[in-house]
């Protein structure tokens, strides 16, 4: 049976700068869009999260019922479907009101305005840069974004990257362990649209993968996204 460690193929004694590098590139190999699978990627999720938070144990028995299930019935049921944080739960369906960043970096707006929306509320903006749509059951910020036409930049898909990252201004997003976002970015109010969505009704500004903090954690875009990016 297989440990986190194997899963991420590193050693146990590997530091967290290892543990962060070898996440992204799992991330990257096991993706479906790069011809793994939401099985795979999910395992190298757990895999990280127990890295983290030293629960080898833990993944070690989930490894095992995997193995089970995967013997009894096949493929595993979960394939096809998103993993919402445990914390928060899955949303009922919420209003998003966004902004893209690079309309607040054009104007001089800061993300600590108070009036942040207001101000572009009344700017006349284009619906790619400012509006509102609604985030429904199972589905990530991201997709959501996706599935109502708009290309908001992503590369992973699977928390190991800051290229979806957006700032929550307003609202309720939990996230679940299996990112590399840091605590102080968290406490700073920044997300990845990838893996959740906000679970109340929310105001977010994305395309913020640049500010300091993010920039550093960026990965090359997808060809996805280069269709609509000169990232």
């Not at 990627?41 to 144990?57: H, K, N, S, T």
């Not at 299930?69 to 919420?94: I, K, L, N, S």
């Not at 800051?162 to 700032?167: E, W």
């Not at 009704?201 to 060809?223: S, T």
Request: glycine share 6%; aromatic share 8%; net charge negative.
């Amino acid at each position: 049976m297989d440990s986190p460690f194997d899963v991420l193929g590193i050693d146990p004694d590997a530091d967290d700068d290892e543990v962060v590098r070898a996440y992204r590139r799992r991330v990257l190999e096991t993706h479906p869009d790069q011809g793994g699978s939401v099985r795979e990627l999910q395992r190298v999720r757990d895999a990280y999260e127990a890295i983290r938070e030293r629960r080898v144990a833990a993944f070690r028995e989930r490894e095992a019922e995997r193995d089970a299930d995967a013997a009894r019935d096949g493929e595993d049921a979960r394939d096809g479907e998103q993993a919402w944080p445990e914390e928060g739960g899955e949303p009922e369906g919420v209003r998003v009101e966004y902004l893209d960043y690079e309309v607040c970096a054009d104007r001089g707006w800061s993300l600590d305005d108070p009036n942040l929306f207001e101000r572009a509320a009344a700017a006349d903006l284009d619906h790619e840069s400012y509006g509102q749509f609604l985030v429904e059951p199972r589905e990530t910020l991201l997709e959501a974004a996706e599935n109502r036409g708009y290309a908001w930049p992503y590369a992973c898909r699977g928390g190991a990257c800051a290229n979806c990252a957006v700032a929550l201004v307003e609202g309720e997003m939990p996230m679940s362990a299996a990112h590399i976002l840091t605590d102080d970015l968290i406490d700073r109010g920044f997300r990845l649209s990838c893996l959740t969505a906000p679970t109340t009704d929310a105001r977010i500004v994305f395309n913020v993968k640049h500010l300091p903090g993010l920039d550093e954690l960026r990965l090359p875009p997808y060809r996805f996204e280069r269709v609509h990016s000169d990232d």
